[in-house]
């Protein structure tokens, strides 16, 4: 059969009009600078997702194309090798994904898209005091260029993280160069996940932390005209676990919610990582 190669994933499969079934399995490129930003001995779960989101993207009916509603639970380590195989079914509108590396599923979940919702039509830049990236080693990232939230800020019982404008050509830009990318929206929350326990809970900058799941409800075609934050109502962060519900709010203020992200995590100190990859392995 034919084979397709795109950002992050090798097809498998004929491109079909219309996806009930289809697999591909993901390329695992060592050498990206922002998926391998830094030294890691696993697959990091953006990868998995970017793969993923790329599978739903071809196999969706473009008439519903307007929100995704999406959840994934990372269930072990993704090793770096063999490659992962992502499998979709029941695409279209509504569906499931499973990403396995040989007999052990790696990760799995299920997206729903619906028709589009109104979206504000009005641009608004971002204040360029809020351009001001976080700090690289809270968010877990060695290159400047790879932070794509800005320096969170605390104000009436909530802490705030502008998306920064992704800029040409980044990996997780999307296809529209006019509308925010769902992975690019997916990454900040994950930036600011772990930006918080680190400066909120003191979790150490040396610990591991474990990636256990996302879900999502966000608009597909979101203006990048309009300047976007990520909004966090305080809450204690416990220990070793953490469990986060950002909304996406318009940067500037103004208007409802736009959409929301969860995201859950857990802790291991060094010693304890190197026991758990050891036994995982």
């Known amino acids: 059969m034919g084979q397709r190669s795109t950002a992050t994933a090798l097809w498998d499969h004929e491109p079909p009009e219309l996806v009930e079934r289809a697999t591909a399995r993901l390329r695992v490129d060592q050498g990206d600078p922002?998926?391998?930003?830094?030294?890691?001995?696993?697959?990091?779960?953006?990868?998995?997702?970017?793969?993923?989101?790329?599978?739903?993207?071809?196999?969706?009916?473009?008439?519903?194309?307007?929100?995704?509603?999406a959840a994934m639970t990372f269930r072990n380590i993704c090793e770096?090798?063999?490659?992962?195989?992502?499998?979709?079914?029941?695409?279209?509108?509504?569906?499931?994904?499973?990403?396995?590396?040989?007999?052990t599923t790696v990760a799995d979940g299920w997206f729903e898209f619906s028709a589009a919702d109104d979206v504000p039509e009005r641009d608004s830049p971002l204040d360029p005091g809020r351009r001001v990236p976080a700090n690289a080693a809270l968010v877990h990232r060695a290159r400047d260029e790879n932070i794509v939230i800005g320096a969170p800020w605390r104000g009436d019982g909530q802490v705030s993280a502008a998306v920064l404008p992704a800029p040409a050509g980044h990996t997780l830009a999307g296809r529209n160069p006019d509308t925010h990318a769902v992975e690019y929206l997916i990454e900040a929350g994950r930036q600011f996940s772990t930006w918080l326990p680190h400066r909120l809970a003191r979790w150490p900058l040396d610990a591991h932390m474990l990636w256990i799941g996302v879900t999502v409800d966000l608009p597909v075609r979101l203006p990048r005209s309009?300047?976007?934050?990520?909004?966090?109502?305080?809450?204690?962060?416990?220990?070793?676990?953490?469990?986060?519900?950002?909304?996406?709010?318009?940067?500037?203020?103004?208007?409802?919610?736009?959409?929301?992200?969860?995201?859950?995590?857990?802790?291991l100190g060094r010693d304890d990582y190197d026991h758990f990859r050891g036994h995982a392995r």
Do not use: C, N, Y
Request: hydrophobic fraction near 50%; charged fraction near 25%.
């Open 34 to 69: 922002f998926f391998f930003d830094h030294p890691l001995d696993h697959v990091p779960g953006m990868l998995i997702i970017s793969g993923a989101a790329e599978l739903i993207r071809e196999g969706a009916d473009v008439a519903f194309a307007g929100r995704i509603r």
């Open 226 to 267: 309009l300047a976007v934050a990520l909004r966090w109502r305080v809450a204690p962060i416990a220990a070793e676990k953490a469990k986060f519900r950002f909304d996406l709010v318009p940067a500037d203020g103004r208007g409802p919610a736009l959409g929301s992200l969860r995201f859950a995590s857990k802790m």
């Open 80 to 103: 770096l090798d063999p490659a992962p195989t992502l499998l979709l079914t029941d695409g279209g509108a509504r569906g499931g994904i499973q990403v396995a590396q040989e007999a």
